[in-house]
């Protein structure tokens, strides 16, 4: 169990929006990182994938995805270009609804381990429809770096919209 929880950063989106949340100057000083996020995106649909880098590249990760609806499950593999590390809620979602997400990344620093994160997002829509879609996460990147930056962005390609929120914090086993 984790003896310290630590917020190293955290963003709230302003007017206008941004095109992606990024945190690149983490301090190697922890053992784990944990992302929590709210988001809305302005994509033209309920949900939107939020996109996963690690050191400013997407290389070498691998993913696999688990969606609930309440009236069904989804898997599938992420493309390895494209890692989906979470969702947000899109511009047809219900009005003033953001996801809740957390991004749980271990041994970020480590020298010899591949690095592996876990993911679940939580999104309520009720504008089309009462729907709430629950989508799991996990995944791997090959490379022994330390993590020192961590972004999300929008699969849309459009924005995070204003209020968003996204906090990092660090774990210390010790």
Known sequence: MANTYTLIASTTV??????????????????????NVSVRTNNAFNQDW????????NSSLAAVR???????????YNDPTQIWGATGVGATATANTFSNAQIYIQNYTSPTLNKTWIS????????????????????TWSNT???????LTPYSAGTIQQYSTAYLYGIKNS
């Open 14 to 35: 302003g007017s206008g929006g941004t095109s992606s949340i990024d945190f690149n100057t983490i301090s190697s000083s922890y053992t784990d990182l944990v992302l």
């Open 50 to 57: 939020l996109l996963l880098k690690f050191n400013n590249t």
């Open 66 to 76: 688990i969606s609930g609806t309440g009236s069904g499950v989804q898997g599938g």
């Open 120 to 139: 679940e997002s939580v999104n309520e829509i009720n504008a089309t429809g009462t729907e709430v879609i629950t989508n799991l996460f996990t995944g």
């Open 145 to 151: 770096a330390a993590i020192t930056r961590v972004t």
